[in-house]
Every structure is written in structure tokens, then in C-alpha cells.
């Protein structure tokens, strides 16, 4: 276990870290540049469908202000930034026969530039999340097959346009989240649903594992091209990433035990096609037909289509038997143990405790089950009631950095001590930034963004990550980044220069 002295063994140069955000959760700037719009644009717009009313228009406002997130990223010291690229600005109807708009593309060609400038390596989610609303209303979006052929040709177009500079890139974020948060529970756009109150139409039985299978198809198609046409001349490295989350039984009883596996089969298990060649027996137990199968030739181009393990994790569920929950397994989660204890510190998002432990061991039988180098690409924690408190208190995010403390000492014991191969962690997120169906109200971010004035300030997590990082990656000069206190129109305010390393921050934010 880690000590809070500096453990002597460090991480590997080459392990990449960084932070990550999503297009509609940041960029703002919605009817700019030619965009199209997504799907949830008005989504986001209909009452009810955010718990603060808040929707996607300004976000972080970072389209307009990416330099100022970029010398943020720089200040922390970062190798790398995840991003995604919204399908919407590079066609803005979404189609393969509709036009390109080249201003979209550059403005991405400029931004991957800017990264690059200044040596942050730029890590490229496709799609997260912001269908075009052009492709939801031509023919039901991701429930039509006609999306594969779309996706495909979107895929291309930027595969051209940024791959001579970008090296990885995410092909979807979250199918679980896409499918079962768009189509079954109806939470997240189109916010389709069984439930009436929720939705005039959809079909929470079978629609959601419609939409997931071509997402996988989509993906997957995707991957050929970049292999086939691109990977040579390019050189870089293409996969998905899921979210999952660690599973432990309740207690002893055997049905318990099982109940853990169900709920792993089902959140994780649903890429399975990609990385083992067919679902979980477990999913075609509990689903019988409404899972769609793969002919023999689709399961040709979906097997082996992720050239390393992309994972999103954020907590660990405790798994009782029972429920009728199909998108969980058909099992029934708590953070409360048997003795009335809690798993861990709770967030303010209700499915999220902190628990290191569950991430050491989710690592571990990634690598035991799957065999392939392990990408964590998104893992993060919104402290409690965060949107509540003034500036300086946020800033204070203890609960965050308890849990970075823990899950980096997770990482650290997975590589050094586990020799579990995890190549990359990106925390999400760099900005508090718009949180889906909870508006502004859920804040995950290592910087705390003032909307009334966008100004960007770091928090102490940010200053935890920053430090671990720089201390505990093998480097040939160690080198502690230059940190700003506040970032303003791209100019560092308190007069902060660079240079004064993590620990004048420190310093002059806790002074
Ligand atoms: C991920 N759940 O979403 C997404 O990739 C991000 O865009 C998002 O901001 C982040 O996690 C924090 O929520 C999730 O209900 C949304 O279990 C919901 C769940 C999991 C992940």
C-alpha cells in the first residue's frame, strides 16, 4: 500500500495523463461556424429534462476561449487532453451525402495545432454523445442501420483531416450511457422511453439494445477504415471506450456472488463482441432474441476492433440479487453494507461513493479477462452540494481529492504491483462544464468555472493531480510545471508568472 511519502518506484515515462471533456459539455457557440445542430440541443432546452434548467448554449464557452483551456492544460503540466469532436460542426446534417463544413474542420485543425504548440498530445473522442439532430429526424439515428454507413463516412472526413497530427482516437463514448440513458431509460436525448410520462414514444425492451449493437457495427466499420486506409501512412491507434464500473457481491450468499458477475456482464459485458467475439451468455439468457445477433461477416469486422481496453470508471457497486432492472443485470445496487456502513464518501450525483479498492481490482480483471493494455480515459467525483458553496470554499474539494488520492495510489499498485499494463488516465474533467441531465448543478471539475464570468480557478484536486503526476511518472529531467492561480483571457491574473512550479501554487492558494 502507498504511504504518503514519495513511493520510489515511479511510472513509466511513456504512461500518458491528462484531462478530459466532451464537446456539448463545453464548447458553447452552438449556432456558430456552420454547426449543425445535435440532438441535444433542444433536448436540453425542454423543461424538465435538466435538473436546473440549464442547456448546452454557452457550456464553459470554451469554443471561443480554447487558448485560455489550453494554456490552463499546460499549466498543469499535462502530456495529453481527451476531447471530442461534435459530428454537427463537420456535417452539419450528419449524412454521407450531406456537405462538409470546412470551417468546423478548422477550427478542430486549429485547436489539434494550439495542442500541439504546446506539446500536449490530443486524444480524440469521435462521438460523445451529440447525434446530429439532421440524422435523429431522416431516420431514428442510432434505432436505423443507416447510421453505420453515416458514422463511417464522419469517421473518414476526420480521419483526413486531423489524423496526419492525432495519434488515438476514441471511436463512442459510453454505448451503455448512448443506449440505455437515450433509449430505455430516457434520461439523456432523444430521451426515448417505455415510460409514457416520460416519452410519447420508444421502446425501453428493445430499442436499447438495438441502438447498442449499431453502435458497436458503427464502431467497429469505423475501425476497418482507419486500419485499412489510414493506420499505415498515419501510424496512430484507434478503440472505444465503455464505462464500467467495479461490481462487489452484498454479502456471501451465492446468489449475491452471481448477482456481481450479472452486473459486470451487462455494463461491461456489452462491448464483449468487440473484444472476445460474442456477448456475455449471460445477456442472451436474460434478453433471448430482443439481443440482435452479428451475421458472420459483421462479426469478422467487430471482433478484434479495439486495438487497446478504453475504460470510464467512477465507483463500485454493491450487488444484491432481484430487481426486474434488465440494464443493470437484473440486479439491485446499494452503497450500504450489511452493517449499515457506507461504501464510501458519497457524492453529489446519487450512483457515485468513493472506492479505490473497487478500481484495483475492476483493473485487474480488465487485464485477466480481456488481455489488452487498459486506457482509463475518464474517472472523476463532484463533491456533495458544490454548486451551493462560494468560490473559495469549491475550491477547497477535499472529498475530490480523497478520491484522486486514492484512485491514483490504485493506478500506482494496478502498474507497479499488480503489473496490470494501464498506459494512460485522464480524470474527468478539466472544467466543472455542463453535466448532461443535471445541468450545471453537478460540478466534476479540477477547475472551478464562475459561469457569470467564465473565469477558470484551479481547485486543490487539480493541484493534488498535478503533483502526483509530476513526482511519480520516470522522467530524464524532472521538471514540476508551472501552475497559474486563475486563468483570465488567456493571461494568468494575480500577475502569476510561470515558473513559480506546483509548489508556489500550493503556496499562494492555501495562503
Ligand atoms: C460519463 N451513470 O457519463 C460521461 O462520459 C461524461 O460525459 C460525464 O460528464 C461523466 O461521466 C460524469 O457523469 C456518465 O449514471 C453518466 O452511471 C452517468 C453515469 C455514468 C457515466
Sequence with gaps: ???????????????????????????????VDGRGKSFWDD??????????????????????????????????????????IAWSRIIPL???????????????????????????????TLYHWDLPQGLHDRYGGWLNKEIVLDYQHYARVCFQAFGDRVKNWLTMNEPWCI????????????????????????????????VGHHVILSHAYAVKIYREEFKVAQGGQIGVTLNGDWAVPYDDKPENIEAAQHALDVAIGELDPIYLGHYPPY?????????????????AVVKGSSDFYGMNTYTTNLCKAGGDDEFQGCVEYTFTRPDG???????????????????????????????????????????KDEHN?????????????????????AIYGAILEDEVPVRAYFPWSLLDNFEWADGYETRFGVTYVDYATQKRYPKESAKFLVKFFAENIESSEPKLPPVGQVIENNKLAHGQGFGGGVSALVESVSA
Design 283 to 299: 445477456m442472451r439468457t436474460m434478453l433471448g432474441d430482443r439481443l440482435p445477433t452479428f451475421s458472420d461477416e459483421e462479426l
Design 43 to 84: 433536448f436540453s432546452h425542454i423543461p424538465g429534462k435538466t435538473l436546473d434548467g440549464g442547456n448546452g448554449d454557452v457550456a464553459t464557452d470554451s469554443y471561443r476561449l480554447y487558448k485560455e483551456d489550453i494554456a490552463l492544460l499546460k499549466s498543469y503540466g499535462v502530456k495529453s487532453y481527451r476531447f471530442s
Design 389 to 409: 458553496m462560494t468560490i473559495d470554499q469549491a475550491l477547497q474539494d477535499y472529498d475530490r481529492v480523497e478520491y484522486f488520492r486514492g484512485m491514483t495510489a
Design 179 to 210: 443506449s440505455i440513458l437515450g433509449y430505455g431509460r430516457g434520461v439523456f436525448a432523444p430521451g426515448r422511453s417505455s415510460d409514457r410520462n416520460r416519452s410519447p414514444e420508444g421502446d425501453s425492451s428493445t430499442e436499447p439494445w438495438i
Design 1 to 31: 500500500m502507498i504511504t504518503s511519502e514519495a513511493p520510489v518506484a515511479k511510472l513509466p515515462k511513456d504512461f500518458i495523463w491528462g484531462f478530459a471533456t466532451a464537446s456539448f459539455q463545453v464548447e458553447g457557440s452552438l449556432d
Design 341 to 383: 456502513t457506507q461504501l464510501g464518501t458519497q457524492a453529489h450525483c446519487a450512483w457515485l461513493q468513493t472506492y479505490p479498492q473497487g478500481f484495483r481490482d475492476l483493473m485487474n480483471y480488465l487485464w485477466k479477462r480481456y488481455q489488452k493494455p487498459i486506457y482509463v480515459t475518464e474517472n472523476g467525483f463532484a463533491v
Design 94 to 124: 450528419g449524412g454521407r451525402n450531406d456537405p462538409i463544413n470546412q470551417k468546423g474542420i478548422e477550427w478542430y485543425s486549429n485547436f489539434i495545432d494550439e495542442l500541439l504548440k504546446n506539446g500536449i498530445q490530443p486524444f480524440v
